[in-house]
């Protein structure tokens, strides 16, 4: 009789269940609650991404990462300090060191099957393998994200934080509330009709209102260039971006050295140096605040700075040739880049 009880409780219960479903696929992990997630409307179609508690969870999660990864590359480039840089890339090939491990060890331990910092990796080995890169073809122009924001973000660029999930794309973010899945998963079909859905808040295609003149603000921008320093065998990257989150605004400048060897590139670690330098304008294209990150110095392949600012919706914006300016310096040269388009 108990067990006909029991049986009888549970089909109750299962007949309550909306045909929305949510399967849990990773166990949770007691200490930071992460989990890893497959969302379903029912059908065949499913979405599988990384679930995070809250937009502070989310955030605390990518300082964690970034933290590990400057802990992890800066122990190697101290302990061979004494070597140039040219003897520094011949040992990193002879102990097989891999500047974003911690990142794989992340991805590893939740048993992420495909994140966007694997997608944005493997189109970098590609657009490295040639004899010349071409500006127009970067994937940070696609994925214009930390390596860490990256790493927590879907193969779609899909994350799940509290009821709602975002998608980061290069042209803005979508957020999808209410666990409507349906609506995520014709978004990852690539229906842009679904924008229009009631549960969706974006900023695609909306960064004009409110400005100056329409184009003279904007929530989601990016910009970069080459600089070629010692000869035609290496060359820096100089990026700056801005982009506003329904719960921050957000400006970054980041380098990035490569070295040309045997008729391709690859990341080059080298004395660099970064600063950022941000103007800030409300929803009326006028000014809200500004601030100025500091300089950063590491011999690295890539450093970055950023301000950022938390505030409500609507978000921030950046002002057409005034809001971000990137400070950077490189062997031989100190130069400046500011955020156009």
């Known amino acids: 009789m108990k067990n006909l009880f029991y049986l009888f409780v549970l089909a109750i219960i299962l007949a309550s269940c909306s045909k929305d479903k949510i399967v849990e696929q990773q166990s949770n992990d007691n200490k930071n609650e992460i989990k890893l997630v497959t969302l379903s409307d029912g059908s065949k179609t499913g979405v599988t991404l990384l679930e995070f508690t809250s937009v502070e969870h989310f955030e605390a999660t990518i300082t964690s990462l970034e933290t590990q990864m400057e802990q992890h590359v800066g122990a190697f480039v101290t302990t061979w300090s004494n070597l140039s840089d040219e003897d520094l890339e011949s040992k990193e090939t002879e102990v097989g060191f891999v500047d974003h491990q911690p990142l794989v060890d992340f991805e590893n331990a939740y048993n992420v099957p495909s994140s966007l910092r694997q997608v944005f990796y493997a189109a970098e080995e590609q657009w490295l393998n040639n004899e ?179 505030g409500a919706f609507p978000q921030y914006r950046a002002e057409n040739g005034v809001s971000v300016i990137g400070y950077f310096e490189y062997p031989g040269y100190s130069n400046s880049l500011v955020l156009t388009w």
């Open 132 to 310: 010349e890169l071409v500006p127009e073809n970067s994937p940070s122009l696609v994925y214009p994200f930390g390596m860490a924001e990256l790493t927590l973000l879907n193969s779609d660029g899909m994350v799940k934080i509290g009821d709602k999930i975002i998608q980061l794309t290069k042209k803005g973010f979508v957020q999808i509330a209410n666990l409507d899945i349906a609506t995520v998963i014709r978004i990852k079909n690539g229906d842009m009709t679904a924008l229009n859905e009631p549960t969706v808040t974006t900023n695609i295609e909306l960064d004009n209102g409110g400005g100056k003149s329409g184009t003279d603000c904007s929530r989601w921008a990016a910009k970069e260039d080459y600089k070629y320093y010692d000869y035609n065998n290496k060359k820096v990257k100089r990026h700056v971006h801005f982009h506003s989150y329904p719960w921050k605004g957000v400006s970054e400048a980041d380098i990035t050295s490569y070295k040309k060897k045997n008729g391709s590139w690859k990341r080059h670690k080298t004395n660099l140096g970064v600063a950022d330098q941000s103007y800030f304008r409300d929803n009326d294209c006028n000014s809200s605040l500004s601030g100025w990150s500091g300089w950063k110095r590491k011999k690295r392949e890539s450093i970055s700075e950023r301000v950022a600012s938390w």
